[in-house]
């Protein structure tokens, strides 16, 4: 697991408050309730001060960052 | 004619405007003001006839955001019904609990088959679909059918709005239609703008949350016109934003938690919403943040915060946040008293008055006071009459379970709940009520939620909980298991977030889970 992995996957935990969504990588954050529309628009600022990875909340729908695969996935799209 | 100000008023728009809309939504559909007086006239008079509901019988109206939902508004206050709104957020066992709770009643379903009614754990209601409601829409009434309509006295239950209730059902706050009456004659002083013309509010909030009564009540009674947001819009911002730069919106009400999510994006600014005036927010903690950057991207607009419990007809105090408080991030005051109600601070404890600058319980005094609890005198009794006589003088009050102090200008600040009831992003919640659900099931031995604060707001909810012997699973595997089931029962905004699970509850010494240990537990 890369480093930027493992940073993402401790923000992921941050926000949604819950160790265990570093158990699997695939879960559907909103699906199973650890995201709601207010954590993703937090998720966003995070990334942008982590990596400088800009993303705007209108840019991307909900299901093309659901999980944290996905979501490793978009940021390394735009580092 | 109806005995209700408000309706009368709306009814009179039909011959002023006929052809404006009072309502339109996202998905394009549009309710004009002769649509709505046809319709709620058709409707109303079907009402009133015993053979399709007992008269004076509590009418359901299920749905999100349709036209038929404010026809059916309109069409229960004609007829004498007071209306229960249940947004489709709510899930299939909640709704059976406030059917069960209302008892005799119709259930007028405006969605599309978002609800199974056979199915039913309470039993099937008597439903009335979309294809039935058009049918009532083109039968003939006269004018004397409409004249003979029973309306509303100012004492009759004009709405029963069903809130988090601390033992694991929901509570229906009765709301009179003096309550109504009495709001809109404060709003027609203080937030009417007549020199600007016909406004268009924002109707963001679901008509089971009495934010909505804001812009539904005022839009409609003055000849303005209500935009919503249908399902399909609210999936994502950029179909959100879309819809709202096309909604011609003046008028802004929501949450604070719906403008930051907004904010989040660098687009919504004056250019999506070029015609905003102004934005009200009620509902849960209105942060300094969030004024300076709203009046940042919106420099032409005034913006107002106001205050007030679902027991007392939407707010009972509002103020425009002027940039003279905006210096520092102290908090924001919650308004002025509206006339006619007196908003008294008293100790929690021996329910002597507090000092000017002193804080203390917040009691509301006066006629927009609700009713009380539908079909729960115990609860009615504990909240609506415990106000010391010399303080109600015999008027209605509420003990509102808020913690405030009053300043020398006369405004007010809220600081917290002296309860274990919560907002968490606007939505009103009794942690008990979650706790209740949780420990129903098998697989739970014990739970208490936690409120997790960051910033100064509630960031989420985490269950601390003890797992039963039945329990096979641990960790994440459990955690979905229980989630999964409190699906049907609990809305998704009342599921926690996090869970954590302990070997034992630690008590304190009432014997009661000590909320305290756990917070420090899980760094809330």
């Not at chain 2, 679901?206 to 009674?221: E, H, Q, R, T």
């Not at chain 2, 420990?439 to 960031?459: K, N, S």
Request: charged letters at 25%.
């Amino acid at each position: 697991m890369s480093n930027i992995d493992r940073r993402i996957i401790d923000l992921v935990v941050d926000i949604s408050g819950e160790d265990e969504v570093a158990e699997d990588l695939d879960l559907d954050l909103f699906e199973e309730e650890f995201f709601d529309s207010m954590a993703a628009i937090e998720l966003l600022a995070a990334l942008e001060d982590e990596f400088g990875v800009s993303i705007a909340p209108t840019e991307l729908d909900r299901e093309e960052m659901n999980t944290v695969n996905k979501i490793i996935a978009r940021v390394k799209e735009r580092l | 004619m109806f005995g209700s100000q408000f309706v009368d008023a709306v009814d009179r728009q039909a011959d002023l405007a006929p052809d404006r809309d009072v309502f339109f939504n996202s998905a394009d559909e549009h309710l004009t003001y002769a649509q709505l007086r046809e319709r709620s006239n058709a409707l109303a008079v079907w009402l009133d006839d015993p053979a399709h509901v007992v008269a004076g019988a509590p009418v359901i109206l299920y749905g999100h955001k349709a036209p038929h939902m404010l026809v059916g508004i309109l069409a229960c206050a004609k007829s004498g019904h007071p209306y229960v709104p249940i947004d489709t957020v709510y899930p299939a066992d909640r709704v059976s609990n406030i059917i069960e709770q209302v008892g005799e009643t119709l259930v007028i379903d405006t969605s599309v088959g978002v609800i199974d009614w056979e199915s039913l754990p309470g039993g099937a209601p008597r439903v009335v679909r979309v294809a039935e409601l058009d049918d009532i829409y083109q039968r003939p009434v006269t004018s004397k059918q409409v004249a003979d309509l029973p309306g509303k006295t100012p004492d009759d239950t004009f709405y029963l709005l069903f809130t988090s209730g601390s033992t694991g059902a929901p509570k229906g706050v009765e709301v009179s239609s003096e309550c109504v009456d009495g709001f809109l004659e404060w709003m027609d002083q203080d937030y009417a703008f007549p020199e600007e013309g016909p406004r268009v509010w924002f109707n963001r909030a679901a008509y089971s949350f009495d934010l909505s009564v804001s812009d539904l009540v005022n839009g409609p009674a003055h000849g303005d016109t209500c935009f919503a947001l249908e399902e399909e819009a609210e999936a994502s911002l950029a179909r959100t934003f879309e819809a709202l730069g096309k909604s011609g919106m003046t008028d802004w009400v929501s949450t604070p938690s719906f403008l930051d999510q907004c904010l989040a994006d660098a687009s919504f600014d004056a250019n999506l919403l070029p015609r905003l005036r102004r934005m009200l927010f009620v509902g849960e903690t209105l942060r300094p943040s969030t004024v300076r950057e709203a009046k940042r991207r919106f420099p032409q607009v005034h913006v107002y915060n106001g205050y007030g419990p679902t027991e007392s007809t939407d707010f009972v105090s509002l103020c425009e946040i002027t940039d003279d408080m905006l210096v520092d991030d102290k908090p924001l005051p919650i308004g002025y008293a509206m006339p006619g109600v007196k908003l008294v601070v008293l100790d929690p404890q021996t329910l002597e008055p507090k000092p000017t600058g002193e804080a203390g319980e917040l009691f509301i005094v006066g006629h927009t006071v609700a009713k009380g609890y539908w079909g729960r005198p115990d609860l009615t009794e504990a909240a609506f009459r415990s106000c010391p006589p010399q303080v109600a003088k015999g008027r209605k009050s509420y003990r509102t379970g808020d913690e405030v102090t009053l300043s020398p200008s006369g405004l007010y600040y809220f600081h917290g709940r002296l309860d274990l009831q919560i907002k968490l992003h606007g939505y009103r919640i009794e942690l008990g009520d979650i706790e209740s659900c949780l420990c129903a099931l098998p697989l739970v031995q014990a739970a208490c939620v936690i409120p997790v604060w960051r910033d100064g707001q509630i960031h989420h909810l985490c269950a601390c909980v003890v797992a039963a012997d039945e329990a096979t699973e641990q960790g994440l595997a459990l955690t979905r298991q229980i989630k999964a089931q409190v699906r049907d029962s609990l809305p998704t905004y009342m599921i926690p977030r996090s869970f954590k699970y302990l070997d034992v509850m630690p008590l304190n010494q009432n014997g009661k889970a000590d909320r305290k240990a756990l917070a420090a537990l899980i760094g809330a």
